[in-house]
């Protein structure tokens, strides 16, 4: 069965331009949870969607939106891009929008601001 | 504020020994702990967790130690495997659900030596 999968694998950008990142969930995954990791850093907790709504939102500024398609698969968009923005996306699946430990990760977009 | 830290960036084992692998939290309403694995190129794996309520939850050649009034953890691996070699995210969060309250701390790359 394929895992978690995201696109694309890296990005490239400049300041001011907007991106958007996709998400695949594990078949049959209803949850898909966004993460920011910095290098150097941790996972930083940016979206939770479940059944198409939004379960949770990090401490992101409103540059930052996501949204959950009928089929689960989820979007990450990031307007107006600072240096900063700069970090590893993960995106995880669960089967329901519960247990940390159900959280399956795909590999990450890598974006790089310019 | 760094919620969880891991003090430790790297850690270097022979294979065999033991590899132990440290976290603190800072916030005392954390009341599950999680630790995941990090390969290069993939997302991090769910690796073991424990709940406050326990202080040592083994699974195999891994051992999660909790000590609540240190506001302490350890992931302890016994014996160390070349494939061990990866980083180690400690993470913590106020219940067992909710992607919203999970916090991680920086991570511990472990490097297990042939």
């Known amino acids: 069965d394929a895992g978690v999968t995201q696109s694309p694998t890296h990005l490239i950008k400049t300041r001011g331009q907007q991106v958007t990142l996709r998400c695949s969930p594990i078949?049959?995954?209803?949850?898909v949870s966004w993460y920011q990791q910095v290098l150097g850093q941790g996972p930083q907790f940016i979206f939770q969607?479940?059944?198409?709504?939004?379960?949770g939102r990090g401490n992101f500024p409103d540059r930052f939106s996501a949204r959950q398609f009928p089929n689960y698969s989820s979007e990450l968009n990031v307007n107006a891009l600072l240096l900063g923005d700069s970090a590893l996306y993960l995106c995880a699946s669960s089967p329901i929008a519960g247990r940390m430990n159900e959280q399956f990760f795909g590999p990450g977009t890598r974006l790089t601001v310019l | 504020d760094q919620q969880v830290k891991q003090n430790s960036p790297s850690l270097s084992v022979q294979e065999g020994r033991i590899s132990i692998l440290n976290c603190d939290y800072t916030n005392s309403m954390f009341d599950y702990f999680l630790w995941y694995k990090k390969y290069p190129a993939e997302g991090p794996t769910f690796l073991i967790s424990i709940s406050s309520i326990k202080d040592k939850n083994e699974d195999g050649r891994f051992t999660v130690f909790l000590n609540k009034s240190a506001k302490h953890l350890s992931l302890h691996i016994v014996p160390s495997q070349p494939g061990d070699s990866a980083v180690y995210f400690c993470?913590?969060?106020?219940?067992?659900?909710?992607?919203?309250?999970?916090?991680f701390g920086t991570g511990t790359r472990l490097t297990v030596i042939p």
């Open positions: 993470a913590a969060s106020r219940g067992e659900t909710g992607a919203n309250n999970l916090f």
């Open positions: 969607y479940y059944e198409k709504e939004e379960r």
């Open positions: 078949s049959g995954h209803k949850s």
